[in-house]
């Protein structure tokens, strides 16, 4: 059932060229520029109307959902607030008619989502699912919805259901920004072109597998690790964090790479890995000076970059080479070698990878 690998982790990171492609099946055909989500028909009229977006997701569903955020804002212009859903659902929330609401979750069994939904439908918003499970209860909930269609994902870390979740919501930015006329036509099908590459992009990622072995080999007995990026990366920081802290158990933090002045900058020695998105973006100069801010303290830089990278690779300890993808998708690309990163570093200290103490693999509980 693990189809020769040794975890289901490992499997289903390895799995998102095809949950990738299999999530954008039918949906999109970048040649005849269509795309079409069938959950979001009936509902097109009140999201291209919204006068706000707002996400609500818990762990990796909710650093989905951050991605989503600059995706919305920069092609669609409707503002995004990024809500967990915990805090969503005690707070009171000012919302109503005019709110269109996204709710992710991979299980679509999450109790603190789930809540957050009925809140929000109390208050008449709208509310579309995006989630994995079929027929769970978070897409009976919800108005509409779009599937991932990742198929079951078994490990308790989530690795392709974030890819795939991406996925949808890159589509939902794409179609909306094209229908309010905010993203003109020649940008929408060369974005629709480069969403379509984008699997094969993730099988170039999986590639680096064995270079980052070896950097697993060198890092895995630390006790702290950061994890920086900026713009669309720096979602895929947190996720990176998130994912070494929940099966290697060692203490990792996600910060956009500018805050780092602000506070964590204080925590780096010789001893401190930081691991760095460092891909050809419009944010790129200003990771590289993040970089060099490190180095400068003696820091341990681990950076992931784009194919042919020079600058990075002059200053790092270590890089990671994925092929170039336009800004907007490099997260589904990006957080590859940070998934096979964790998941070495986990294996070598002999932790129970698709188990990992005191996790579940949905929280119904709140
Ligand atoms: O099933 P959901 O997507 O609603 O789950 C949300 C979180 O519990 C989940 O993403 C959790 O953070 C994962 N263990 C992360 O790998």
């Known amino acids: 059932e693990k189809g020769g690998y040794d975890h289901f982790m490992l499997k289903e990171i390895y799995e998102q060229p095809k949950s990738i492609a299999d999530c954008l099946r039918g949906r999109l055909d970048a040649k005849s520029g269509r795309l079409v989500l069938g959950g979001l028909r009936d509902y097109m009229n009140k999201f291209q109307n919204a006068e706000r977006i707002i996400i609500t997701a818990c762990g990796t569903s909710w650093h989905a959902g951050l991605v989503a955020e600059y995706l919305f804002e920069e092609f669609a212009r409707i503002p995004v607030e990024v809500e967990y859903a915990s805090e969503f659902r005690y707070r009171n929330p000012v919302i109503g008619e005019k709110d269109f609401v996204i709710a992710i979750s991979q299980s679509g069994e999450t109790a603190d989502t789930l809540a957050a939904i009925?809140?929000?439908?109390?208050?008449?918003?709208?509310?579309?699912?995006?989630?994995?499970?079929?027929?769970?209860?978070?897409?009976?909930?919800?108005?509409?919805?779009s599937y991932t269609h990742a198929g079951p994902e078994i490990g308790v870390a989530s690795t392709k259901a974030f890819t795939a979740q991406i996925s949808v919501l890159a589509m939902m930015a794409l179609k909306l920004g094209y229908q309010r006329g905010t993203l003109p036509e020649n940008r929408y099908v060369q974005l629709l072109h480069e969403l379509e590459a984008i699997p094969g992009k993730v099988e170039q990622a999986l590639k680096t597998n064995d270079a980052i072995k070896y950097i697993a080999e060198e890092y895995k007995d630390v006790r702290n690790a950061l994890y920086l990026g900026r713009g669309y990366n720096f979602p895929?920081?947190?996720?990176?964090?998130?994912?070494?802290?929940?099966?290697?158990?060692?203490?990792?933090?996600?910060?956009?790479?500018?805050?780092?002045?602000?506070?964590?900058?204080?925590?780096?020695?010789?001893?401190?890995?930081?691991?760095?998105?460092?891909?050809?973006?419009?944010?790129?100069?200003?990771?590289?000076?993040?970089?060099?801010?490190?180095?400068?303290?003696?820091?341990?830089?681990?950076?992931?970059?784009?194919?042919?990278?020079?600058?990075?690779?002059?200053?790092?300890?270590?890089?990671?080479?994925?092929?170039?993808t336009h800004e907007a998708f490099a997260p589904l690309v990006a957080v590859v070698p940070l998934q096979l990163l964790s998941y070495h570093i986990a294996v070598m200290r002999g932790c129970n990878v698709d188990q990992p103490r005191n996790l579940a693999k949905s929280v119904t509980v709140e």
Do not use: W
């Open 118 to 145: 009925e809140l929000a439908k109390s208050k008449g918003a709208t509310i579309f699912g995006v989630c994995n499970v079929v027929g769970s209860s978070i897409p009976r909930a919800t108005h509409a919805g």
């Open 236 to 324: 895929v920081a947190l996720e990176g964090a998130l994912k070494l802290k929940e099966i290697s158990y060692i203490h990792a933090e996600g910060y956009p790479a500018a805050e780092m002045k602000h506070g964590p900058i204080a925590l780096i020695d010789e001893e401190m890995p930081v691991f760095f998105i460092a891909t050809k973006d419009s944010s790129y100069e200003k990771v590289v000076s993040n970089i060099q801010e490190v180095k400068a303290r003696k820091g341990k830089v681990i950076a992931v970059v784009t194919e042919g990278d020079t600058q990075v690779k002059a200053i790092a300890d270590h890089v990671i080479e994925i092929p170039e």
